[in-house]
């Protein structure tokens, strides 16, 4: 999708009065947060969690488990799916086209002082990275409860990284069903379905998770979710 497309998506669900110019600026910025700030932000029931979890075929208390690491508690914030945009995933994305004139950005190798620590600061880095590239900018994103990548629409059942990131700012139980997809699909089942949760880990947050401590994370997580 170019910023043109974008512009006109906007338009046509209501947030976005100016011209169809292709250039993301103040205005296309306000319409993008104010469409994806639109909700209804419902929250995730038990309900949602047993429909989840008897896809999966797993307990509950597994996918509870994966949501509280995942969200630290917060699936949205301000109205907007929290989020993490990863500059070293937009270079890639980009064919590291913007490392120098956009460092803060997009960058060629993982930084941690690139992510802003407050919601409002990531979502303008959002922003900005669409401005340059929508795909590669929303792609680059992980958004809500389950913090699941932008560049895994497809998978989870998007026909484009608008088109996730929109879905993901509409409900937790959204969300709940692109993380169904991608455990489906990423051919993790089996691994949470065991608790096995290095490989599940090593699947979902890639091969630094032992770093993290994504594992024995969610190892505690289970066992305490499991316990209540």
Known sequence: MDQAALQRRLAALGYYTGAIDGIIGPKSKSAIIACLTGGPDYPITSADIGLGASILGVDDAKIWAVYEVESSGDAFVD?????????????????HRFDKSHPHLSSRTWNRNLYPKGQAAR???LVDAVALDVD?????ASYGAFQILGENHAVCGAHDPWAFAWRQAQTEGDQLEAFVRFVEGRGLKGALQ???WAAFARGYNGTAFAANKYDTRLAAAYERRKAA
């Not at 109205?79 to 995933?89: A, D, N, S």
């Not at 590669?136 to 680059?140: D, E, I, Q, V």
């Open 194 to 196: 065991r608790g096995d």
């Open 79 to 95: 109205g907007r799916p929290t989020i993490l945009f990863e500059p070293h995933r937009f270079s890639r994305a980009t064919g």
């Open 136 to 140: 590669a900018g929303f792609a680059s």
């Open 123 to 125: 979502w303008q880095q």
